[in-house]
């Protein structure tokens, strides 16, 4: 019998109020019993919110979910709230709590500029080589900045301050901060091209991708011109791409093979498209392709480079040793967790992790990275059993999250002094770019701090709610197998949302 046949069968939901109270309570009661992880704050007027759970949008599907008032420690309402679910996104919220404790809010990501031999001033020039000591910073790119290479012009600038403007040997970068295991456990091979999947390094720029526009040819069927920013051809692309005919829906799309920078890029785009696609693929070897714009960048800005080819160290130490000229560091970690949660930035949570692995445990890896995180995580009273945590993005198909254990978490934030940069690196739906698309306009938006989730057959939703009664209210939606398409499940999420924000 469903649910919706069950409330149907109650001829007492149709009669006086006083029966159509009993009809509630009486289907409230079969509920509890027909499922037993249902629970409900008693003597609510609405209807009962376990009546959501027949909305055809998660039929068949796994749905745990979890509401409970922080402030007074009720649950709301839960349903397989102690049954593991693939999280998506929502994994983030684990590794941005996990980075604001154990790194702190006054973190910065740094890399270091020395020189491996002498700076002879009168001649301007480094008679040696540069080394890069990277340290693992998401934040050199455009992000934040006039454009992509500011933060590059202004190495060069730091550069001549310093009377170089020759460098004779070789551009050195010790990437060593991370360990190689560039790639999150569990990662489709399908998804290593788009910007979204691209590998972590010590050493990166532009979130490890270069920025593609599409524009169409000048008449049908010519091949459509590929540029790419930053302007070095680093990717090296076979170009399948032809021009439609006007009105034609775009199909541009690409691959870049595996372990290389060459890329096939294909489709079609219609001639009277004057804006063109914009779009961003990965690369295989950032620490390389950050070295290379580098390079790229100082003799754009006068300096010379003698050397003929970049050069990269994954050894711990620079052998040579080497003076420090200048020390770069990033925006503070509250920055760096805002992209994160609003954007849903996988280049950056992963960064984050590995990092975190680095700092506390001596190894930027993703064993040592997510061990880390799980001994905080138990000492906070989540158990090794509520989470098995593969990445930092959530990505993977190997990560799994009891609802329980992901509000355990919001509500522990609630208590920490970090609580008002977690709150506020949650995105607000119709404002902020991972929800932009959600209540766009409802009053009821702003009372929610949010984080998504979306994967193949994962759809997930959790934050925080302000009810009407001025109660905080902590929650978890997980979707794990719905056949519905995105755009219901994301409206059934948002109902049940604005009912308990109303009801309590």
């Known amino acids: 019998m469903t649910l919706r046949k069950l409330k149907n069968d109650l001829p007492v939901l149709r009669t006086g109020r006083f029966l159509l109270n009993s009809g509630r309570i009486l289907l409230s009661l079969i509920l509890s019993i027909l499922f037993p992880g249902l629970i409900s704050l008693a003597g609510s007027q609405a ?93 050199l790119s455009g992000r934040f900045r006039a454009d992509m290479l500011e933060i590059f012009r ?37 998804d290593l091209s788009y910007w979204y999947a691209c590998p972590t390094s010590a050493f990166s720029f532009n979130d490890n991708c270069v920025d593609l526009k599409v524009i169409a040819g000048k008449k049908a069927n010519d091949p459509c011109l590929v540029r790419q920013n930053p302007p070095i051809d680093y990717i090296k692309f ?81 052998n040579n040793g080497g003076t420090k000229i200048f020390e770069w560091q990033s925006d503070s970690l509250p920055v760096v967790i805002s992209v994160i949660n609003k954007n849903s930035q996988n280049f950056f949570a992963e960064q984050t992790l590995k990092t975190i692995g680095r700092i506390s445990g001596g190894k930027g890896s993703y064993p040592v990275s997510t061990r880390i ?66 209540m766009s306009g409802q009053p009821l938006a702003g009372r929610m701090r949010t984080k998504t989730g979306r994967i193949a057959n994962v759809s997930a939703f959790s934050g925080y709610l302000t009810s009407n009664g001025n109660r905080l209210i902590a929650f978890c939606i997980l979707i794990n197998g719905a056949m519905a398409p995105e755009k219901e499940l994301t409206a059934w999420q948002d109902k049940l949302c604005s009912y308990f924000i109303e009801n309590y």
Request: aromatic share 10%; proline share 5%.
């Open 238 to 318: 076979i170009n399948r791409t032809f021009t439609l005919p006007s009105g034609s829906p775009p199909t541009i799309d690409f691959y870049r093979f595996p372990g290389s920078d060459s890329a096939v890029i294909s489709g079609g785009l219609a001639i009277d498209d004057t804006v063109g696609i914009i779009d961003y693929i990965s690369v295989a070897d950032p620490a390389k392709y950050a070295a290379d714009v580098l390079l790229y960048v100082l003799r754009q800005e006068g300096i010379t480079v003698t050397g003929r080819k970049v050069k990269i160290n994954d050894s711990c130490v620079y």
């Open 373 to 438: 995180v799980a001994g905080w995580l138990e000492s906070i009273g989540i158990a090794e059993n509520d989470i098995k945590m593969a990445d930092g993005s959530g990505l993977s198909a190997l990560n799994l999250v009891k609802p329980s254990a992901l509000v355990t978490l919001l509500e522990y934030m609630k208590s920490t002094p970090m609580f008002d940069i977690f709150y506020n690196s949650l995105a607000i739906p119709g404002i902020d770019r991972s929800v932009r698309s959600r």
């Open 154 to 190: 202004s190495w060069a600038d730091s550069l001549k301050a310093r009377d170089i403007e020759t460098i004779s040997g070789n551009i050195i970068v010790n990437n060593a901060f991370f360990e190689n295991d560039d790639l999150g456990p569990g990662w489709s091979q399908d």
């Open 47 to 139: 209807p009962p919110p376990q009546s959501f759970l027949s909305d055809a949008a998660v039929d068949g599907a796994q749905v745990g979910l979890l509401f409970k008032d922080i402030d007074s420690g009720t649950v709301l309402f839960a349903f397989n709230a102690d049954k593991r679910f693939m999280p998506a996104s929502n994994l983030k919220l684990f590794t941005s709590a996990a980075a604001l404790t154990l790194l702190g809010p006054e973190f910065r990501f740094r890399t270091s500029v020395l020189g491996v031999g002498k700076i002879n001033h009168a001649k301007r020039r480094l008679e040696g080589d540069l080394v890069i000591e990277a340290g693992g910073d998401p934040l």
